[in-house]
């Protein structure tokens, strides 16, 4: 079978992997959700001039004739009515976010002034028209584009929208997931270590990497090794979600038994068997509307396969406009050898804006991906990358 490429692979993942349902949802829930449509502002933003200070406003017609001294007849605060126009050379107290009257033209904030009574003399030179005001609609304008389709809504975003007056937003659902961890030799953190057992620790990984983008998968951990078993396991989770992920199982081994399941469910291959190292043993296939991913066994290279597929994946289902990994072009630290034909994707620490690729790649390796803040991809064709060679770069 001919090997699928890094880049191919990871295009029909973006393709196939389907969106998830658009709803309206409470604006206080929707955080690290992403946008189902563009949002339309309603309003200008600001509604009206105000003060960026506390401080007097004047009118600069006043000031650029030389007058220096006015009279204080009025006190504006935030929350107040636009007040009516200031008389000739007069000027009004203003506190920051209160509202300019329509003819008010310079604020000068009060370390710049100084009062005697209701005498308030400017002890500034070279002010301009509008200085520390806040225009109508400076940040944006009513029927403008506020936020775009796909845009992921931050904290900051929640607040920008907020301050437009939304309470509720249309956003794509987070996918509904399962992870499915396969092994007789699995043993639960936490019970004693029998002999020839060990640890499972793939869907710790995992879950709290779906955790970071959001999510809050279901995990089903210690699938014997048994067909039927796995069968019913695999069937069960495929009815009931949008995204399940297998680990283990998917290779050629008599007691691999996941690709065997996949294909009597009917599940259509998208691919199986990437030109990558670690992670060559990776499927992906679609069952209906959900999305089956069949990691590796081996836990560094089921977090690589997560990090360039599954949380590209994660982020087109959830309606990301740019959903890929993003990548840098960052220069070695070091000279790096290339052994075999498969394109590599390594643990990586990006350093002082250079990439040093870490010792202790081996697919089953995490001591050094839990000092990893990156993955390197590195090309097969090219056998001697020197100190300095720019390479692309995954941030994690």
């Given at each position: 079978?001919?090997?699928?490429?890094?880049k191919?692979a990871?295009?029909?993942?973006i393709?196939?992997?389907?969106?998830?349902?658009v709803?309206?949802?409470?604006?206080l829930n929707?955080?690290n959700?992403?946008?189902a449509?563009?949002?339309?502002?309603?309003?200008d933003l600001?509604?009206f001039?105000n003060?960026?200070?506390?401080g007097?406003?004047?009118r600069?017609e006043?000031y650029?004739?030389?007058?220096?001294?006015?009279?204080?007849?009025?006190e504006?605060?935030a929350?107040?009515?636009?007040?009516q126009?200031?008389?000739?050379n007069?000027?009004?107290r203003?506190?920051?976010?209160?509202?300019?009257?329509?003819?008010?033209?310079?604020?000068?904030?009060?370390?710049?002034?100084?009062?005697?009574?209701?005498q308030?003399?400017?002890?500034e030179?070279?002010s301009?028209?509008?200085q520390?005001?806040?225009?109508?609609?400076?940040?944006i304008?009513?029927?403008?584009?506020?936020?775009?389709?796909?845009?992921?809504?931050?904290?900051?975003?929640?607040?920008?929208?907020?301050?437009?007056g939304?309470?509720?937003?249309?956003t794509?659902?987070h996918?509904r997931?399962?992870i499915?961890?396969?092994?007789?030799?699995?043993i639960?953190?936490?019970?004693?270590?029998?002999?020839?057992?060990?640890?499972?620790?793939?869907s710790y990984?995992?879950?709290s990497?779906?955790k970071?983008?959001?999510?809050?998968p279901?995990?089903?951990?210690?699938?014997?090794?048994?067909?039927?078993?796995t069968?019913?396991c695999?069937?069960e989770?495929?009815?009931?979600?949008?995204?399940?992920?297998?680990?283990?199982?998917?290779?050629v081994?008599?007691?691999?038994?996941?690709?065997k399941?996949l294909?009597e469910?009917?599940?259509?291959?998208?691919f199986?068997?990437?030109?990558?190292?670690?992670g060559?043993?990776f499927?992906f296939?679609?069952?209906?509307?959900?999305?089956?991913?069949?990691?590796?066994g081996?836990?560094a290279?089921?977090?690589?396969?997560?990090?360039?597929?599954?949380?590209?994946?994660?982020?087109?289902f959830m309606?990301?406009?740019?959903?890929?990994?993003?990548?840098l072009?960052l220069?070695?630290n070091?000279?790096?050898?290339?052994?075999g034909?498969?394109?590599?994707?390594?643990?990586s620490?990006?350093?002082h804006?250079?990439?040093?690729?870490?010792?202790g790649?081996?697919?089953?390796?995490?001591?050094?991906?839990?000092l990893?803040?990156?993955?390197?991809?590195?090309?097969?064709?090219?056998k001697l990358?020197k100190v300095?060679?720019l390479?692309?770069v995954?941030?994690?």
């Open positions: 079978m001919n090997l699928i490429s890094i191919d990871l295009e029909k993942v393709k196939h992997v389907g969106s998830g349902k709803s309206s949802n409470d604006l929707s955080v959700h992403y946008l449509e563009d949002v339309i502002s309603s309003i600001p509604g001039n003060s960026a200070m506390d007097y406003v004047f600069m006043d650029e004739k030389g007058n220096r001294t006015f009279s204080q007849t009025f504006v605060k929350g107040d009515q636009i007040p126009n200031i008389s000739t007069n000027c009004y203003i506190f920051t976010g209160a509202p300019v009257p329509e003819n008010g033209t310079l604020v000068i904030m009060q370390e710049h002034i100084s009062v005697n009574g209701n308030v003399t400017i002890e030179e070279d301009n028209y509008f520390n005001i806040r225009s109508q609609g400076e940040q304008k009513k029927e403008e584009i506020a936020l775009q389709k796909g845009t992921k809504l931050s904290p900051a975003a929640i607040g920008y929208l907020a301050s437009l939304f309470s509720k937003i249309k794509f659902a996918p997931t399962s499915l961890t396969t092994g007789d030799e699995l639960e953190p936490g019970k004693p270590l029998e002999s020839g057992k060990i640890y499972e620790s793939n990984a995992l879950a990497a779906f970071n983008e959001g999510i809050n279901a995990i089903i951990s210690g699938i014997p090794d048994n067909y039927s078993e069968l019913a695999i069937k989770q495929i009815e009931k979600n949008d995204f399940i992920i297998l680990t283990g199982g998917i290779s081994g008599d007691y691999d038994f996941v690709g399941a294909k469910l009917g599940v259509e291959t998208h199986y068997k990437v030109n990558q190292k670690p060559k043993p499927f296939g679609k069952k209906g509307s959900c999305s089956i991913f069949a990691l590796p081996n836990p290279a089921a977090m690589t396969c997560f990090y360039y597929y599954v949380r590209s994946a994660i982020r087109a309606g990301d406009k740019d959903p890929k990994a993003k990548s072009l220069p070695l070091k000279d790096f050898k290339v052994k034909s498969r394109d590599l994707l390594l643990k620490s990006i350093n804006s250079k990439v040093e690729i870490l010792d790649q081996s697919s089953n390796m995490m001591h050094t991906f839990a990893a803040n990156a993955i390197t991809e590195i090309s097969a064709d090219k990358y300095g060679d390479v692309p995954f941030p994690f």
